[in-house]
């Protein structure tokens, strides 16, 4: 029987971050998703306030934001381009926070853009049919009602920023 040398723990780290740069590019480019760049955005029917009669029927966020105006289906067929939160507040921290700076977003842009949150208690066959594997993930589809490009995870305001700024400027 052998016995761990002093270099097993650092061989260790070395082949789990090996092992984890395959996932991690997969998934930056939406290969790890049922859904990548490039394909149509499914025409989903997700939950608006129109819908229902209370807000807590639409979210589980403890705050009211103004992501509930409309469902994907209509943003597709007017040609409007969006962003998409999937997420669930209720029990993810790093949810909270992306749909927070995706209603500071909305703000700012939203003549221009529309902004969307779809919760996984909520409206989870929308999850089902986007092929969504984790949370946060954020999808923004463009004009033609493709996937301009895809965030699995939290993203940084800036970089949200940009994505809507590259869209803009393509359309």
Sequence with gaps: MTFPTKKTP?????????????????????IGAKLKIGDEAPKSANLTVEDQNYWYEVSTM?????????????????????MVVFGTPQHCTMCVDQIVRVA????????EFAFLHVDGYKDNEIWVEWGVKGEPWTYFVDATGKFASIFPGQTELGLLELEIENLKSSS
């Design 62 to 82: 403890d705050t009211k934001v103004p992501l509930y105006k409309w469902t994907i289906a209509n943003l597709i067929e007017e040609g409007k381009p969006f």
């Design 10 to 30: 650092l061989l260790i780290l070395a082949l789990t971050a090996l092992l984890s740069l395959g996932s991690c590019g997969e998934q930056s480019t939406g």
């Design 104 to 111: 500071v977003m909305e703000e700012k842009y939203g003549d």
